[in-house]
């Protein structure tokens, strides 16, 4: 397309008093643009009504509209998808950064506006990929409460939904449980708990279609384009879907391996499962005679945050015993009921069932229980190290001893997968240690892995700060206690949520927009074939799955799986991946474009690649809180650190430029990476690159990683400053001026 750009300089919110505005408006001249206007106030009516004048009697199809960030206003800057638009952000990365008219401002607003003038002249209008015999469908796999609920939620919603589970009739870990923990004020008192209006409500909802009895056997394709293989009673059936929500749900933790709680011992040491199955079923006796039980005593994190067992906080446990307790003081508030806890974790209003329970006189005992010991007459006695008191607590003789076993998810069950790893130099390169395992829930058809990649301990969320539901495979939403460890209430929340990302993913693909967290973008990644190695570093390193292989190992995209983060971009050596308006040829061009001061003017410049999650909006968080930081960094902002292209090193240093600074989001267990993967595989990188420069003689400090999170705004000027210091340190970049 033939690009005539025009562009726009806000004067207002201080931009016009800080910066020389001719000497931009001159800028633009020479960057060739046919239009170049300044205005007071360019997000009102009649500014946006002049940018819109020029649209159509000027023939304009290229915007730039240098005034504030582009994280705000893009609503009113939206000028249709056959429209270039690029955004300067003149006010929180200048204007309100630097001192008001000095020479380095100037200079820092005419390298913003010269590289956004180079991106808009190399984008290219959005074509958003548009898949095609697309379907709508909900897969729902695993029929408990959560399943259940997410399936009625998406039915309910006008969405044909397909329900599959393993069993012969639905209910899942529901069918064993008796009551629920109180949902209503005063939250005193149990619910009672109608499975078989739950089942009936689905049977009559036409918009279900049910398979019992049944596995996924595979799920091969794409958002909207899913095909699911189900295996029922020896038959083979195929549904196309749009998107999947698992909710297979969770086990509790295997109780033969808590030896130190002498399970297995006795018959009346049982776990919390199998006393809710004596209440439902009607008879709670002690299982090693039969008689009444007459006294009993809970032992909470039975295996949980225990580094031998499961490290986590199971969460629901504690309430479940809660629950439990009152069972028995609701048939005889004389019963003798004791807790031992670590911690009781009575969220929300259940902290008013515990109260009630201790008004009912049920003891609670806060230490680490040392042994559960028979007192020769059939009876069990419980000791435990008592934290208040400093000394060994013992339960009188109880009946029963129940455990409250954790959770461990569906996901988590089975055998690491691991994928090929590609070859480097001859060597096989490491792979990396993800929870991607072999099982049977859904049997992707997914160049890495069958299964959900899961978090430390296998719960398989995408970004467990940000993005509940979301997996790291587009169009897959974990729910219930297959993605974390809750109640039956948060289940059915989770439930909703989840039934609700799987709509919002069909319909936004369905127009060839990104899900998230891009979401609404349509940019999407287009690959050069020709110049192909077969390297596998696309493949292996996208964190979403989005590329598959064909027999030749030929890299084969899924557009609809695809996060638009740029990942395999920074990954291909060959550079043949590219978005219309992002890639490596354009960024390295707008670093090409920035001005470099002859050594002997004493302006050194640094180039700082920011991520656009976290580390772009820090720095304009700084801005807008009126910090200034050096004035010698040149900021683009980057989707993902993972998205660096090592080239843009190259160029920058063979630019003279001094330093570089990469700014992106926390790594780690802990991960703050919007793309999971984005800053750990930039870190890696950079040490690389770091490598080369010392064998280069050209110091290895020029180049560096800071994690910074949205909130640590208040850091970044002595981030910059004291990077800057260090650069400056090591005298000018022995490349400037050629």
């Known amino acids: 397309m033939e690009k005539k750009i025009g562009v726009y300089i806000c004067s207002g919110c201080g931009i016009g008093d800080s910066i020389d505005l001719e000497a931009l408006s001159a800028l633009a001249g020479e960057h060739k643009a046919a239009v170049c206007r300044k205005d007071p106030f360019l997000c009102g009516a009649e500014g946006v009504a002049r940018i819109k004048a020029d649209l159509e009697g000027e023939?304009?199809?290229?915007?730039?509209?240098?005034?504030?960030?582009?994280r705000v206003m893009s609503d009113?800057?939206?000028?249709?998808?056959?429209?270039?638009?690029?955004?300067?952000?003149?006010?929180?990365?200048?204007?309100?950064?630097?001192?008001?008219?000095?020479?380095d401002t100037l200079m820092m607003a005419e390298d913003?506006?010269?590289?956004?003038?180079?991106?808009?002249?190399?984008?290219?209008?959005?074509?958003?990929?548009?898949?095609?015999?697309?379907?709508?469908?909900?897969?729902?796999?695993?029929?408990?409460?959560?399943?259940?609920?997410?399936?009625?939620?998406?039915?309910k919603a006008g969405y044909e939904t397909v329900l599959v589970e393993k069993e012969e009739a639905l209910g899942g870990y529901a069918k064993d449980v008796y009551r629920l923990p109180p949902c209503d004020p005063p939250y005193e008192n149990l619910e009672e708990f109608d499975l078989e209006d739950l089942r009936a409500q689905v049977a009559g909802e036409p918009g279900i279609k049910v398979y019992t009895g049944a596995m996924v056997a595979s799920v091969s394709g794409a958002p909207?384009?899913?095909?699911?293989?189900?295996?029922?009673?020896?038959?083979?059936?195929?549904?196309?879907?749009?998107?999947?929500?698992?909710a297979t749900g969770s086990v509790p933790y295997d109780a033969t391996k808590l030896t130190d709680l002498c399970y297995g011992t006795s018959p009346d040491i049982v776990t919390a499962r199998d006393l809710e199955a004596m209440f439902k079923g009607g008879a709670v006796k002690k299982p090693s005679n039969g008689q009444p039980v007459g006294s009993?005593?809970?032992?909470?994190?039975?295996?949980?945050?225990?580094?031998?067992?499961?490290?986590?906080?199971?969460?629901?446990?504690?309430?479940?015993?809660?629950?439990?307790?009152?069972?028995?003081?609701?048939?005889?508030?004389?019963?003798?009921?004791?807790?031992?806890?670590?911690?009781?974790?009575?969220?929300?209003?259940?902290?008013?069932?515990?109260k009630?329970?201790?008004?009912?006189?049920?003891?609670?005992?806060?230490?680490?229980?040392?042994?559960?010991?028979?007192?020769?007459?059939?009876?069990?006695?419980?000791?435990?190290?008592?934290?208040?008191?400093?000394?060994?607590?013992?339960?009188?003789?109880?009946?029963?001893?129940?455990?409250?076993?954790?959770?461990?998810?569906?996901?988590?069950?089975?055998?690491?997968?691991?994928?090929?790893?590609?070859?480097?130099?001859?060597?096989?390169?490491?792979?990396?240690?993800?929870?991607?395992?072999?099982?049977?829930?859904?049997?992707?058809?997914?160049r890495q892995g069958p299964e959900l990649p899961g978090l430390e301990y296998g719960f398989p969320d995408s970004h467990f700060i940000c993005f509940p539901y979301e997996s790291r495979r587009?169009?897959?939403?974990?729910?219930?206690?297959?993605?974390?460890?809750?109640?039956?209430?948060?289940?059915?929340?989770?439930?909703?949520?989840?039934?609700?990302?799987?709509?919002?993913?069909?319909?936004?693909?369905?127009?060839?927009?990104?899900?998230?967290?891009?979401?609404?973008?349509?940019?999407?990644?287009?690959?050069?074939?020709?110049?192909?190695?077969?390297c596998k570093r696309c493949t292996e390193e996208c964190p979403f799955g989005a590329i598959n292989e064909d027999e030749k190992a030929n890299p084969l995209p899924n557009p609809t799986r695809c996060r638009r983060c740029g990942v395999c971009m920074g990954a291909c050596p060959e550079r043949i991946i590219s978005f219309k308006n992002y890639s490596v040829g354009m960024i390295g061009n707008m670093i090409k474009n920035i001005n470099v001061p002859d050594e002997y003017d004493e302006k050194p410049r640094i180039l700082v690649l920011a991520c656009e999650n976290?580390?772009?909006?820090?720095?304009?968080?700084?801005?807008?809180?009126?910090?200034?930081?050096?004035?010698?960094?040149?900021?683009?902002?980057?989707?993902?650190?993972?998205?660096?292209?090592?080239?843009?090193?190259?160029?920058?240093?063979?630019?003279?430029?001094?330093?570089?600074?990469?700014?992106?989001?926390?790594?780690?267990?802990?991960?703050?990476?919007?793309f999971i993967k984005g800053s750990e595989l930039a870190n890696t990188r950079m040490t690389k690159i770091q490598e080369t420069l010392d064998r280069l003689a050209l110091e290895s400090d020029r180049v560096k990683m800071e994690q910074v999170s949205i909130t640590d705004f208040n850091l970044i000027p002595k981030m910059l400053d004291d990077f800057a210091e260090k650069v400056n340190s090591l005298g000018p970049n022995p490349y400037k001026g050629f």
Request: glycine share 8%; with cysteine.
């Open 356 to 446: 009630q329970l201790q008004k009912d006189g049920v003891i609670f005992v806060r230490g680490s229980v040392t042994g559960i010991d028979d007192d020769g007459s059939g009876g069990l006695v419980v000791t435990s190290d008592d934290v208040l008191t400093r000394s060994p607590v013992m339960s009188e003789s109880v009946d029963l001893v129940v455990l409250a076993t954790g959770m461990v998810p569906t996901s988590a069950l089975g055998e690491p997968f691991k994928v090929q790893a590609p070859q480097q130099d001859g060597e096989p390169a490491p792979v990396a240690s993800d929870a991607i395992l072999v099982s049977n829930l859904l049997n992707l058809k997914y």
């Open 112 to 155: 913003a506006l010269r590289m956004g003038l180079v991106k808009a002249s190399e984008s290219e209008p959005l074509e958003p990929f548009i898949a095609e015999d697309i379907n709508k469908k909900i897969l729902v796999v695993g029929g408990g409460l959560t399943g259940m609920t997410a399936a009625l939620e998406a039915a």
């Open 474 to 534: 587009t169009g897959i939403y974990p729910a219930g206690t297959v993605r974390a460890p809750m109640d039956y209430q948060q289940a059915r929340t989770d439930a909703m949520g989840a039934a609700l990302k799987a709509i919002q993913c069909v319909e936004m693909v369905s127009v060839g927009k990104a899900v998230h967290p891009r979401a609404g973008d349509q940019s999407y990644p287009e690959f050069f074939m020709q110049r192909c190695t077969q």
């Open 59 to 70: 023939g304009i199809n290229c915007v730039v509209v240098a005034a504030c960030s582009p």
């Open 614 to 674: 976290d580390a772009y909006p820090a720095l304009d968080m700084a801005g807008i809180s009126g910090l200034s930081y050096n004035p010698w960094v040149r900021i683009i902002s980057v989707r993902c650190l993972g998205s660096v292209n090592l080239v843009w090193m190259a160029d920058a240093l063979s630019k003279g430029i001094d330093g570089i600074l990469l700014l992106g989001c926390k790594h780690g267990n802990d991960y703050q990476c919007h």
């Open 296 to 354: 009993v005593a809970f032992v909470l994190c039975a295996g949980s945050r225990d580094p031998r067992h499961l490290p986590y906080c199971s969460s629901a446990c504690c309430v479940e015993s809660l629950k439990q307790a009152r069972y028995f003081k609701e048939a005889n508030p004389e019963t003798p009921v004791y807790i031992f806890y670590k911690d009781i974790r009575s969220t929300g209003n259940y902290e008013l069932l515990y």
């Open 224 to 246: 909207c384009m899913f095909d699911v293989e189900i295996s029922q009673n020896g038959a083979n059936c195929n549904e196309r879907v749009g998107s999947i929500v698992l």
């Open 76 to 103: 009113v800057f939206d000028f249709g998808p056959d429209k270039v638009l690029e955004r300067v952000n003149l006010r929180e990365q200048v204007a309100w950064c630097q001192p008001a008219g000095e020479e």
